[in-house]
Nanobody, 119 residues
């Protein structure tokens, strides 16, 4: 069983920056993807960014050019550098790990960290 622990959320003014971190404890398969999702009040959870074990990245259009995802495989940690934050980025951010093996996908989620951007 994988546990994901997030940190780095908080309150920031529009235009500011925050960095989220997520540490995975437990097995990471050879093929995996670590990522960040967010959920604002009254909205569905959406993908923000993810990075595969091979280093391929994927971003939501709304954060391209502002957010950068990276990972440190030695530390089983994924980071989300968020710059030029907007009030619309306000949400609970969840870390996600997808382990893939033999055609199966194993999903793990963190508990979430609040990001609030004030105007």
């Amino acid at each position: 069983q994988v546990q994901l622990v997030e940190s780095g959320g908080g309150l920031v003014q529009a235009g500011g920056s925050l960095t989220l971190s997520c540490v995975a404890s437990g097995p990471l398969f050879m093929l995996n993807a670590m990522g960040w999702y967010r959920q604002a009040p009254g909205k569905q959870r959406e993908l923000v960014a993810r990075i595969t074990s091979g280093g391929t990245t994927d971003y939501a259009d709304s954060v391209k050019g502002r957010f950068t995802i990276s990972r440190d495989n030695a530390k089983n940690t994924v980071y989300l550098q968020m710059n030029s934050l907007k009030p619309g980025d306000t949400a609970v951010y969840y870390c996600n790990l997808k382990n893939w093996s033999d055609g199966y996908e194993y999903d793990s989620w963190g508990q979430g960290t609040q990001v609030t951007v004030s105007s």
